[in-house]
């Protein structure tokens, strides 16, 4: 009975060889294929191995003989094709929002779609220990409940917290619930942000995911749409600067004509670039005006600033004046 068991899985067991021993690189033959059946305790001869290959082939899998003194196999097609599943790795092992033990856990998933000797490949890319990684394991339960009540059209509850000089976290509101209806998840600043309609405020505000804590998809609908403002969410996050809001205001720039490239990244493609004299050009765009939106424009030093409008203007100028003049005598 266990050997007519053993018969009836081969099949399996032969695409689970072919799976993580093969590829194009390291082929096996029929008699190295016996012989690993035979480690799993299954007993096969050359001619149901041929017959099982084909039946493989016929179910749709790429199976590619390679004829020399031998005939030898390897499975050719995969899901995922090993340069797509570097970059995979180096997205997980690069996203400061996962962290360690997630991203040592995800890669050892994709490393199982490549066969053993591609997972070598893989390994030899991973360098996620001496990054800066999220602490808050929950944010993959998090994206989750986001993505179900966007899903269901219904609101979510949470508590949301920062940290305090003692890395303890401070919960806002006292500890009090928010209350959202989620619009999207936008990834910005190596971090996850929700963007959502705060009834109660009536304004659209975004918050980081992994600060999110205790989230519960609550059966009250979403605000109806005629109720939300006219929201490009790509627009909408394109205006802030480190996610940190302020008032809303469109503001007249100019840049020097080799950061024209860091302004597209910025501001996409559509930006109204307009060339002036003497090599500097002017872009006028929404942003939210912020001390962060400040200290973005002021890292290109003397070649950038702002023409307006005025009150932006003075605002920037004493924000200027307030980093020159900050100097804590006690420190």
Do not use: C
Not at 64 to 76: Q, V
Not at 147 to 164: D, G, L, M, V
Not at 174 to 196: C, H, K, M, T, V
Request: proline content about 3%; aromatic content about 12%.
């Amino acid at each position: 009975m266990a050997r007519l068991q053993g018969q009836k899985l081969k099949i399996l067991y032969l695409l689970k060889i072919l799976k993580e021993e093969t590829d194009e690189a390291h082929p096996l033959t029929l008699a190295e294929i016996i012989k690993r059946l035979s480690d799993y305790g299954i007993s096969s001869e050359r001619k149901s191995l041929y017959n099982d290959l084909e039946s493989l082939r016929l179910f749709g899998y790429e199976i590619i003989s390679i004829k020399s003194k031998t005939t030898s196999y390897y499975l050719s097609e995969r899901r995922f094709s090993l340069p797509e599943l570097k970059l995979l790795v180096d997205l997980v092992q690069s996203s400061k929002f996962i962290t360690h033990k997630k991203s040592m856990e995800l890669i050892e998933k994709l490393e199982k779609l490549a066969s053993v000797h591609e997972a070598k490949q893989l390994r030899r890319q991973v360098f996620v220990a001496g990054r800066v990684k999220n602490m808050n394991e929950s944010i993959y339960y998090n994206t989750d409940a986001i993505h179900q009540a966007i899903a269901e059209n219904k609101q979510i509850s949470f508590r949301y917290f920062s940290y305090t000089v003692s890395k303890k976290r401070a919960y806002r509101r006292d500890g009090a619930r928010y209350q959202i209806s989620p619009l999207a998840l936008s990834f910005g600043e190596e971090n996850y942000y929700l963007i959502g309609y705060d009834g109660e405020a009536g304004q659209v505000k975004h918050y980081r995911v992994d600060r999110m804590v205790g989230i519960q998809v609550e059966e009250t609908p979403r605000e109806s749409e005629d109720e939300l403002p006219n929201l490009d969410l790509a627009a909408y996050a394109g205006k802030i600067f480190s996610m940190f809001s302020g008032e809303e205001r469109e503001v007249t720039l100019w840049f020097a004509n080799r950061l024209v490239s860091v302004v597209i990244d910025r501001f996409g493609k559509d930006a109204p670039i307009r060339p002036v004299d003497d090599g500097y050009f002017t872009v006028t765009m929404p942003v939210f005006v912020s001390p962060q939106f400040f200290g973005w424009l002021a890292g290109f030093g003397g070649e950038a600033g702002l023409i307006g409008p005025k009150e932006v203007v003075e605002a920037y100028q004493r924000h200027m004046q307030a980093v020159l003049d900050a100097n804590p005598t006690h420190i």
